[in-house]
């Protein structure tokens, strides 16, 4: 009895850290796309991700549209943003320094927080859905959360689908191409700033993906902000950057390193194992579990 | 256009750090008493906070279009001036440090214990004096400071409340409690009251677990309860674990027979409308109710407060967070007016002495600061709303046992 229990315990926790890995993912990959091909730290990303939430917070209370259903339309207008914001913002300061481009992404995160505290209220929110708490038996008691498994399918879906489009379509060869030499990229036609607007709204709209999935299953609130963009660090660098498997194995360990270091250690340390993982990772593999050295042997024109 | 932009990002930068203020207050001479108040409204804190400034807004009024506080025949205005501690504690010191630089010397508390305490060293450093409407960490008044008062009833009472509202309430009482609690120092306290009473009442706490404060995912230790059946599962937490709790034991089938209690979480309006019909059954402890018992000439009884505030904010019902801040707020006004004098040593010494009834109850203070006459209530979710069931004599409606039932 003893014994199944622990048992129990174990695969319950290993099941939900996979889960939660899942949705690490999807609020990392587009973190892990403007860093690999841009070189830009992007700690707006974790505001993105809020923002997502709050669209579809909106589209479910103006119209009532279920946050899973409401992903199509949470993506385009995040596309949008992003776009704008890479082609007419960030772009602007491409080629100074990494210090520059680093605090002008901090400097848009306090605004979009700030200006969400200013739309929405600091309130904390959640998209009420009949099935985001149910969950199913499996054998031995553990329960499979229907909410959680949606959103982790959802995001590992949506992570394979970019990799596939990164990889076989002139888009995605584009974006790549740019990313590895910006100087040979152009010569062959490719517009940088096009490309790279292209790349930060793909990026956005994966956020507010992985935001309206949190809705769904969580709560938030502008303040999370910070902590999104956390994760979205530990899981990219855990992975490799800008290789899109490279996101979603970060998520996942991620996921799976909360889940089991809970378990075993204090709950308080949660946060130092993410980091310990981190560390440990990198000491033995600085590339990252994914990485590939041509990114870091890129030439910038 | 891209130096522009650099700048831009400079100034929002510069903005962040704050500096130093010249000396141009002039309070007295042109009647007005200038009061100083740190406040979170940006950052994780600015939902609390912006409930707490509520409440100073509604004490700024009334003492206003009362005439103002009277001070040696004079009637002061009362203005409060803020400022946006972005939730970083060191902020919160800074800005107090700056007020007292531009000659402001009276101080409302900022919004929780860890802001409350690093604001409470600068002030007892300066020599201005802070009434506190929401540091409730018993931490702070074991330092042997002189000027800071707190308004409400320390941290150790707000789990200790409940777990006797259970005791004395609960039909059938349940036998096994299991502690979740925030990692911050105001919830680990309330979570050793909360233990020491039950062990004191005759429960058996079958596990106490830790999760890093202001987290919304409790998975782990909600995992680690399950195996321990648990009758009872007491959150000492914020609002978001408090909505994690609640969720994410739905979904990992924590089915507790006597349901949930949580310390601060379910009185806020946000917990019922993030969890809908699960937060039904959910115990809570707060420190005003609109069936807190005293007045005073300022505010009247408790249901006048309700009525003054839901004026002021187009129809909506106070919590406590605002009118711990009101009343922190008349403890500096009355503070004042017993002084006669805006002075910080002299308003100090007067608010040590003060003895008064209100609309948040009884304000008295212990050596330490503390307002130990202070009681709490316990709420529950009921149909969607909080009502009052504990202390019996004050209640409006009986407790659902088991929580779960309703």
């Keep these: 009895m003893a014994r199944d229990g622990v048992m129990s315990q174990f695969l319950q926790a290993t099941l939900y850290g996979l889960l939660q890995g899942g949705v690490f993912a999807l609020v990392a990959v587009g973190f892990s ?25 909106e589209l479910h209370s103006w119209i009532g549209i279920d946050p899973f259903l409401a992903v199509p339309v949470v993506a385009a207008v995040l596309f949008a943003i992003g776009y704008l914001v890479q082609r007419y913002l960030v772009n602007l300061v491409i080629n100074a320094p990494v210090f520059i481009t680093l605090l002008l992404t901090f400097g848009l995160q306090l605004v979009i927080v700030n200006g969400m505290i200013m739309l929405f209220t600091a309130n904390y929110r959640s998209i009420p859905t009949a099935y985001a708490t ?105 992975g490799g950057l800008g290789t899109m498997s490279g996101a979603l194995y970060g998520g996942l360990l991620l996921g799976l390193a909360e889940a089991w270091g809970g378990q075993l250690l204090p709950g308080t340390l949660v946060n130092a194992v993410a980091f310990a993982v981190l560390v440990v990772v990198l000491a033995v593999r600085p590339q990252g579990l994914a990485g590939r050295s041509f990114y870091a042997a890129r030439v910038e024109v | 256009m891209r130096s522009a932009a650099v700048a831009s990002v400079l100034m929002l930068v510069a903005a962040g750090c704050g500096s130093k203020g010249e000396a141009t207050n002039s309070a007295g001479k042109t009647g007005t008493l200038t009061v100083g108040a740190s ?107 002189k000027r800071t008062f707190a ?14 509202a259970i005791y004395d309430l609960a039909n059938p009482r349940p036998r096994t409690l299991a502690f979740v609690s925030a990692d911050d120092g105001f919830s680990k306290t309330a979570t050793q009251g909360g233990v020491d009473k039950a062990k004191q009442l005759g429960f058996t706490v079958v596990d106490t677990e830790y999760v890093p404060n202001g987290t919304s995912d409790v998975s782990a230790a909600l ?44 009185p806020t309006p946000d917990f019922v409308q993030t969890l809908g019909p699960a937060a039904n059954g959910v115990l809570g402890s707060t420190q005003w109710t609109v069936k807190t018992k005293g007045s005073d000439s300022w505010f009247g009884s408790a249901p006048d407060y309700a009525a003054t505030f839901k004026a002021k904010f187009s129809g909506r019902d106070p919590e406590y967070h605002g009118a711990e801040a009101t ?58 709303k909080p009502v009052t069931v504990w202390p019996k004599d004050s ?5 659902t046992w088991p929580g779960t039932a309703s």
């Design chain 1, 33 to 57: 796309l403007v860093w690999g091909v841009m070189n830009v730290v992007n700690l707006a990303h974790g505001a993105f991700v809020v923002a997502g939430a709050y669209v579809a917070f």
């Design chain 1, 134 to 238: 149910t969950s199913l038996a499996l054998p031995g008691d553990v329960r499979l959360p229907v909410g959680r498994l949606m959103a982790a399918l959802l995001a590992v879906g949506l992570t394979l689908a970019l990799g596939y489009l990164m990889r076989h379509t002139r888009v995605g060869l584009a974006i790549l191409a740019t990313g590895m030499d910006r100087g040979a990229a152009r010569l062959m036609g490719i517009k940088a700033a096009h490309v790279y607007a292209l790349t930060f709204g793909l990026a956005v709209a994966m956020a507010g993906v992985a935001g309206a999935a949190v809705g769904a299953i969580g709560t938030f609130s502008p303040a999370d902000a910070g902590r999104f963009t956390v994760f979205s660090f530990v899981a990219a660098v855990l």
């Design chain 2, 395 to 399: 209640s409006e409606a009986a407790m």
């Design chain 2, 223 to 266: 995992t680690k309860l399950k195996g321990k059946n648990p009758d009872v599962i007491l959150g000492s937490a914020h609002l978001a674990e408090g909505v994690a709790i609640v969720k994410q034991s739905k979904e990992l089938g924590v089915t507790p027979p006597g349901g949930f209690a949580e310390t601060v979480a379910p």
């Design chain 2, 151 to 164: 308004v409400l009833a320390p941290a150790t009472e707000y789990a200790a409340s409940m777990v006797q």
């Design chain 2, 39 to 145: 406040l979170s409204l940006t950052g994780s804190l600015a939902r609390e906070g912006t409930l707490t400034k509520e409440g100073y807004e509604v004490c700024q009024d009334v003492v206003n279009s009362k005439g103002g506080v009277s001070v040696g025949g004079k009637k002061l205005t009362l203005q409060i001036q803020y400022q946006d501690d972005t939730s970083a504690p060191d902020t919160a010191g800074q800005l107090v440090d700056q007020f007292n630089d531009k000659g402001v010397r009276l101080i409302l508390g900022p919004y929780g214990s860890a802001t409350t305490a690093s604001t409470a060293a600068v002030v007892e450093r300066n020599g201005q004096v802070m009434v506190d409407s929401s540091g409730a960490d018993d931490s702070i008044f074991t330092k042997g400071y």
């Design chain 2, 327 to 384: 009343a922190a707020c008349l403890v500096l006004v009355l503070g004042v007016q017993k002084a006669g004098s805006t002075d910080p040593d002299k308003v100090r010494d007067a608010i040590a002495g003060l003895d008064e009834q209100s609309f948040f109850g009884p304000l008295k203070f212990s050596p330490n600061g503390e307002n130990l006459t202070k009681a709490m209530a316990v709420i529950q979710i009921q149909n969607g």
